[in-house]
C-alpha cells in the first residue's frame, strides 16, 4: 500500500464559488458557462483557465466535472483556484468517489457550502509521482470510453442518412443496384403523405404494422415474488438508440404482472413524458424486463419490419416533442402514435426490407458492442476508483 492519510479537503485545493451572470448579459462566444446545469450556453467573455470545478446540482448533488481549458464559472458552481501542488486530474478522481456531498442546512436553496467542503476529511495519496499514475490509469479508461462514445455518435449518424436515403430519399438500390429514384424509378403523387413514394408502393399506418401498449404502473411498497428490471424514462434519455440493461431499475412484483409488460426483442420503445417521443430498443434483453407507465411499447406484427419502424420514429422524435401535449407534463399519446403513416413496399417487394436489414445490422451490431464495452470499462473503472484512492491497489 502508498502512503495515504487522511487530510482536510482544503489542505489539498481551495475552492471558490463562481460569478453572475444573467441570461440577458450572455454574448455569443467560444466559452463555455459552467452552471448547475452542466454546460448551461457560452459566452465571449472567459473568467477562468483552471481545469477542475465542482459542480454544485441538486440531483445527484455536486457532480464533478473535469474541465481543461477556458470557461466562466457560473455563481451555481464552484470552483478549484489551487490545487496545492497536488496532480489536478488525480484531486478529480479523488473528489467523484466521495458520494454525496452534505447540503448546508442554513441554505434556502440545496446546495453546497465550499467551508464546509474544505473541512471535510479525504484519504489522499501524498506521493505526487504515484497521484499521476493513479491518475493516468484512470484517465486512460476515461479516453476508452470516450472514443467509444464518439464511434457510437458517427455509427448513429451514418445508421440514419442510410435510413433517410432509402426510405425518404427513395434512393434505395434499384434491381440493377441502383439508386431507385435518381435513376428514373417511376414515383407517384401520395394524397396521405403529400408527397412523391416509388409507384407501387403502399402507405400504412403505425397501427396497422404493430400494436401499443402502456407500460405498467405500480406500487414498489407492494412487492411481489420475483425480480424484474424496468425501464424509465431516465434510461430512455441516457441513451439515443439501445438502452443500457445494466443501468435498468430493479422491483419485486408478481409473474403474473410482470408478463403484461415484457419487453421482447420484437419491442420499440417510445417515451410518453420527459423527452415524448424518444424512441429506444434493447440489443440483449435480460429476462423479466418491463417499462414504467410513462413509456409506450410498439410491437412489431412483423419482426422484419422493427428497423425501418424504429428508425421512422427516430426520424420525427423531434417533432413529436414539439407536437406533444398536455396541462401538466407535455405526452405522447397511443392515439398519436398509431395516426404515423410511412411508405411501404408491397409484398413482392420486400426484398427492400431485407438488403435494409442486411446493412443496418453491422452498424447496430457494432454500437451494442461498443456500449456493452463500455458497461465493462465503467464498471471497471469505478471498481478500481475508491482501491486506488485508499491505496488498497498500486500502479507500477
Known amino acids: 500500500m502508498h502512503n495515504v492519510t487522511s487530510k482536510r479537503l482544503g489542505d489539498l485545493i481551495n475552492l471558490k464559488r463562481g460569478y453572475d451572470l444573467p441570461e440577458s448579459q450572455r454574448l455569443p462566444g467560444p466559452y463555455p458557462v459552467i452552471s448547475s446545469a452542466g454546460i448551461s450556453g457560452y459566452h465571449n467573455v472567459t473568467r477562468l483557465t483552471a481545469v477542475e470545478l465542482l459542480r454544485v446540482d441538486m440531483e445527484p448533488l455536486g457532480e464533478i466535472i473535469y474541465l481543461d481549458g477556458k470557461y466562466w464559472p457560473h455563481n451555481t458552481a464552484l470552483y478549484v483556484t489551487t490545487f496545492k501542488g497536488n496532480n489536478p486530474k488525480y484531486i478529480y478522481y479523488l473528489l467523484s468517489c466521495l458520494g454525496r456531498i452534505r447540503t448546508s442546512d442554513k441554505s434556502a436553496v440545496p446546495g453546497v457550502n465550499r467551508n464546509e467542503l474544505h473541512e471535510m476529511a479525504v484519504p489522499v495519496v501524498q506521493d505526487r509521482v504515484q497521484q499521476k499514475k493513479i491518475a493516468a490509469v484512470l484517465s486512460a479508461l476515461d479516453a476508452k470510453i470516450d472514443c467509444n462514445n464518439r464511434i457510437n455518435a458517427e455509427l448513429e449518424a451514418m445508421a440514419k442518412t442510410l435510413y433517410d436515403y432509402w426510405f425518404v430519399q427513395f434512393d434505395f438500390p434499384d434491381a440493377n443496384g441502383k439508386p431507385y429514384k435518381s435513376s428514373g424509378g417511376k414515383m407517384v403523387y401520395n394524397p396521405t403523405l403529400k408527397r412523391e413514394i416509388p409507384a407501387g408502393w403502399n402507405v400504412k399506418s403505425l397501427s396497422e404494422v404493430g400494436s401499443f401498449k402502456n407500460g405498467i404502473n405500480y406500487d414498489p411498497s407492494v412487492g411481489g415474488k420475483t425480480t424484474a428490471r424496468i425501464v424509465n424514462v431516465r434510461n430512455v434519455s441516457a441513451t439515443t438508440i439501445f438502452l443500457k440493461e445494466n443501468d435498468l431499475d430493479v422491483l419485486d412484483l408478481e409473474q403474473a404482472d410482470i408478463d403484461k409488460y415484457l419487453v421482447t426483442s420484437d419491442s420499440i420503445l417510445i417515451a ?15 429476462p423479466n424486463t418491463i417499462y414504467c407507465g410513462f413509456i409506450i411499447c410498439l410491437t412489431v406484427t412483423n419482426p422484419e419490419d422493427k428497423l425501418i419502424l424504429f428508425f421512422k420514429m427516430k426520424q420525427i422524435e423531434q417533432s413529436l416533442l414539439s407536437q406533444s401535449s398536455g396541462s401538466i407534463l407535455k405526452n405522447v399519446s397511443q392515439d398519436t402514435l398509431k395516426a404515423i403513416c410511412f411508405a411501404m413496399p408491397p409484398d413482392d417487394l420486400r426484398s ?14 457494432r454500437i451494442s458492442l461498443n456500449q456493452q464495452e463500455n458497461n465493462e470499462l465503467t464498471q471497471l473503472r469505478d471498481w478500481l476508483l475508491p482501491m486506488l484512492m485508499n491505496g488498497q491497489v498500486t500502479v507500477a
Do not use: D, E, K, Y
Request: positive net charge; aromatic residues 6%; glycine residues 10%.
Open 352 to 365: 427492400v426490407i431485407q438488403r435494409f436489414n442486411a446493412a443496418i445490422n453491422p452498424i447496430l451490431g
Open 272 to 286: 410518453r413524458s420527459g423527452i415524448p417521443g424518444a424512441t429506444r430498443m434493447m440489443s440483449f434483453c435480460p
